[in-house]
T-cell receptor, first 113, second 113 residues
Framework: GENVEQHPSTLSVQEGDSAVIKCTYSDSASNYFPWYKQELGKGPQLIIDIRSNVGEKKDQRIAVTLNKTAKHFSLHITETQPEDSAVYFCAASIRQAGTALIFGKGTTLSVSS | NAGVTQTPKFRILKIGQSMTLQCTQDMNHNYMYWYRQDPGMGLKLIYYSVGAGITDKGEVPNGYNVSRSTTEDFPLRLELAAPSQTSVYFC????????????FGPGTRLTVT
């Protein structure tokens, strides 16, 4: 079945450094790739997304890149801050379930000051 | 707008008991979803609905039932609760015609003992 692999599972950086999280997906029909941030005890919050007709998208310190040929996409956070510390999930759309999503297992990002 | 609301926040069930997790959204979204999140894992789709009166199974539907009698509400029913259903449950919604972005509720933490 469809699958999304996410790496690394944990990531520790110093404040001001960049952080990169990578995901690969299996379903070539997936066309929507969101990234969610989840803080402790809360629901996932959409932070950025990209569609299959776009290679890169930026929003201030956050960017996402997509390589459809290789079926992988990445989240880039620049100038990290302690408040960026959270669990980040990538996801890919399931072709036969409306806009339902398959999620990666998550990356715990820790930013130390 | 309150967005997506879920009740209860926490619940402890005994094996074999039943309960309904409530989910309501006030954004007039036509798509709604139920996910479960186990420790250290991503979210897995249980059921989804593309509109009132229409529901379909996701990745892990066994042991659950849903109904969608109105656009706003999408309750999840657990019959004969089992320890394997101990998890955090998230409801989400999206308005596909305007974009696939999913918005999540705060979650219900369920323990079955």
């Amino acid at each position: 079945g469809e699958n999304v692999e996410q790496h690394p599972s944990t990531l520790s950086v110093q404040e001001g450094d960049s952080a990169v999280i990578k995901c690969t997906y299996s379903d070539s029909a997936s066309n929507y790739f969101p990234w969610y941030k989840q803080e402790l005890g809360k629901g996932p919050q959409l932070i950025i997304d990209i569609r299959s007709n776009v290679g890169e998208k930026k929003d201030q310190r956050i960017a996402v890149t997509l390589n459809k040929t290789a079926k992988h996409f990445s989240l880039h956070i620049t100038e990290t801050q302690p408040e960026d510390s959270a669990v980040y999930f990538c996801a890919a759309s399931i072709r036969q379930a409306g806009t339902a999503l398959i999620f990666g297992k998550g990356t715990t990002l820790s930013v130390s000051s | 707008n309150a967005g997506v609301t879920q009740t209860p926040k926490f619940r402890i069930l005994k094996i074999g008991q039943s309960m309904t997790l409530q989910c309501t959204q006030d954004m007039n979204h036509n798509y709604m979803y139920w996910y479960r999140q186990d420790p250290g894992m991503g979210l897995k789709l249980i059921y989804y609905s593309v509109g009132a009166g229409i529901t379909d199974k996701g990745e892990v539907p066994n042991g659950y039932n849903v109904s969608r009698s109105t656009t706003e509400d999408f309750p999840l029913r657990l019959e004969l609760a089992a320890p394997s259903q101990t998890s955090v449950y998230f409801c989400a919604s999206s308005y596909s015609d305007r974009g696939p972005e999913q918005y999540f509720g705060p979650g219900t933490r369920l323990t079955v003992t």
